[in-house]
């Protein structure tokens, strides 16, 4: 498949089969992901990838923190769909930013535009991997809904730093219409 068509044809897949994702498989997106480029060549992704047995727990540890997070007041979204993807696609891999520690922390600026390049460069990763995935016939959701559960997920999944994203993986089980987009008019000004 060429680049342009897995752009093209890439959608946020929300059903998975049952099939499983071998771990070579994931390797290699996670390879793809690494080839991503990164300001100052710094590669501040980690990624931590879930599978088989753990899903369960995951799901439990997420619905938790989203408990926690509504007895704050706040609203869900959409994070009661999105924790049963995860529960149910066959990997999640959670990718977080080996720069900046996670929580509670004042940032300096420095941190600031430094985390904002660093979440550039892990958005790219990202990406990349969502296409190889797509060049490789598996579905993905990009799921930032994971932010419900924050401190939750970060403590189970022993990690201590920024939480970017999940990704949810599998076979597809659905082939999604393209979603609208705003045409290039809409979003550029030419000088
Ligand atoms: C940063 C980011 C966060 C997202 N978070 C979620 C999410 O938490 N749950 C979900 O169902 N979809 C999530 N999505 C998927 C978007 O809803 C989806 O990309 C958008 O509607 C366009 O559809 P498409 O991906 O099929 O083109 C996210 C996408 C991005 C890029």
Same mark, same amino acid.
């Given at each position: ?128 991997? $969502?296409? +190889? &995935?797509?060049?490789? @016939? ?12 924050? !401190? =939750? ?9 920024? $939480?970017? +994203? &999940?990704?949810?993986? @599998? ?12 045409? !290039? =008019? ?6």
């Amino acid at each position: 498949m060429q680049t342009l068509e897995a752009i093209a044809q890439r959608r946020s897949i929300r059903k998975f089969t049952d099939a499983p994702v071998a771990d070579e498989t994931i390797r290699e997106l996670l390879h793809a992901a690494t080839l991503a480029p990164s300001g100052k060549n710094r590669q501040p992704w980690r990624f931590v990838v879930v599978r088989g047995e753990k899903r369960a727990e995951m799901a439990q540890v997420m619905r938790a923190g989203m408990e926690a997070t509504k007895a704050h007041g706040q609203d869900l979204g959409s994070s009661p769909w999105s924790v049963q993807i995860m529960e149910y696609a066959p990997v999640t891999i959670f990718v977080f930013n080996d720069a900046l520690e996670s929580v509670d922390e004042p940032y300096s600026i420095y941190d600031l535009v430094g985390n904002s390049v660093d979440v550039q460069s892990i958005g790219a990763a990202i990406q990349n991997l $969502l296409l +190889a &995935a797509t060049d490789m @016939g598996l579905g993905t959701l990009w799921i930032c809904d994971v932010f419900y559960a924050y !401190v =939750e997920l970060c403590a189970w999944l022993g990690e201590p730093h920024q $939480l970017i +994203a &999940a990704v949810a993986i @599998g076979h597809p089980a659905e082939e999604p219409k393209a979603r609208p987009r705003k045409t !290039v =008019e809409e979003v550029t000004r030419w000088l």
